[in-house]
C-alpha cells in the first residue's frame, strides 16, 4: 500500500513541475566576477580562441617569472568528441 502511495506522489509532483527549459549555471553566476577574473588576458583569451577555435572553458592569470594566462578551451574533435586544451599565452602579447 504504502509503495503505491508512494507512486502516486512522485506521479503527481512530476506532473505539477514546469516543463520549460531550467536555467544554466551561467545565468546565476555573477557577471562582474568573470570580468574581474579575465582582466588582462583578455587580448590572450582572444588569441587562444583564434587559434584554437574552441569553446573558452576557463581563464587563470599567473605569475612564473613572467605574467602569463592560463587558457583553457574545449575543442570539439571530428569524431564528435571535445578535447580540453590548455593554452599558456603571455599577457603582455
Known amino acids: 500500500m504504502t509503495s503505491y502511495l508512494a507512486t502516486a506522489l512522485m506521479a503527481a509532483g512530476l506532473m505539477a513541475s ?14 562582474s566576477a568573470l570580468m574581474q577574473a579575465r582582466g588582462a588576458c583578455d587580448h ?36 564528435g568528441r571535445p578535447k580540453k586544451i590548455k593554452v599558456r599565452v603571455p599577457m603582455d602579447f
Not at 572553458?57 to 599567473?62: I, K, R, W, Y
Not at 605569475?63 to 575543442?75: D, F, S
Open 44 to 79: 590572450a583569451v582572444e588569441q587562444a580562441l583564434a587559434l584554437t577555435g574552441g569553446e573558452l572553458l576557463s581563464v587563470e592569470p599567473a605569475r612564473n617569472g613572467r605574467p602569463i594566462c592560463k587558457v583553457t578551451v574545449l575543442v570539439v574533435k571530428p569524431n
Open 18 to 31: 514546469p516543463t520549460g527549459p531550467l536555467p544554466d549555471a551561467g545565468f546565476y553566476a555573477r557577471k
